[in-house]
T-cell receptor, first 111, second 114 residues
Framework: TQLLEQSPQFLSIQEGENLTVYCNSS?????LQWYRQEPGEGPVLLVT?????EVKKLKRLTFQFGDARKDSSLHITAAQPGDTGLYLC???????????FGRGTSLIVHP | DTAVSQTPKYLVTQMGNDKSIKCEQN?????MYWYKQDSKKFLKIMFS???????INETVPNRFSPKSPDKAHLNLHINSLELGDSAVYFC?????????????FGQGTRLTVV
């Protein structure tokens, strides 16, 4: 089983601050995804990165896939209370193509 | 219209009982999954079906038996429930798996075994 480590596990910040969440593995992935999960709901896909070194932007969110395709980061600029949620990274390997999830980063943004 | 729907949303039952969770997707996807999310929010794959055929069965006790009557439905039956089975169970679906797949999740079923 390929393990994905996310850090930090918990993050509590004030509105307007910047933050970065990390997702690391010793395994190489074909692609890596970031999902956000809100309380009482299922995860919702934010982005998929497929090329080593790839950077994708989604409004105030910037996602990067490591050059070796073993790690990824999510950076949020000027966080807002609406960004509150559980952020999950998921690696996809070339074998089964089943998303394998990290343990998540729980983000709270205070107004 | 809900893309992936699970019923029930909440399930409270006693140890030793048998229960089922139903899942239906109206996205026309070929692949469906069951994930278990524990109290620490870790989301772990349990089963994956592609066109009604089992393709992934992680180390799950055989008390858990998935059933796929057609490719739009993947139900989960659990026999002899134990306290440790308490968790949130998510059904998901996707198109034919590839490296850019998007998995669509249901709202989850919170199972509490007492």
């Amino acid at each position: 089983t390929q393990l994905l480590e996310q850090s930090p596990q918990f993050l509590s910040i004030q509105e307007g601050e910047n933050l970065t969440v990390y997702c690391n593995s010793s395994s190489v992935f074909s692609s890596l995804q970031w999902y956000r999960q809100e309380p009482g709901e299922g995860p919702v896909l934010l982005v998929t990165v497929v090329t080593g070194g790839e950077v994708k932007k989604l409004k105030r969110l910037t996602f990067q896939f490591g050059d070796a395709r073993k790690d990824s980061s999510l950076h949020i600029t000027a966080a807002q209370p609406g960004d509150t949620g559980l952020y999950l990274c998921a690696g996809i390997s070339g074998g089964s193509y089943i998303p394998t999830f990290g343990r998540g980063t729980s983000l709270i943004v205070h107004p | 219209d809900t893309a992936v729907s699970q019923t029930p949303k909440y399930l409270v039952t006693q140890m030793g009982n048998d229960k089922s969770i139903k899942c239906e997707q109206n996205l026309g996807h070929d692949t469906m999954y069951w994930y278990k999310q524990d109290s620490k929010k870790f989301l772990k794959i349990m089963f994956s079906y592609n066109n009604k055929e089992l393709i992934i069965n992680e180390t799950v006790p055989n008390r858990f038996s998935p059933k796929s009557p057609d490719k739009a439905h993947l139900n989960l039956h659990i026999n002899s429930l134990e306290l440790g089975d308490s968790a949130v169970y998510f059904c998901a679906s996707s198109q034919v798996p590839d490296r850019a797949i998007e998995a669509f999740f249901g709202q989850g079923t919170r199972l509490t075994v007492v």
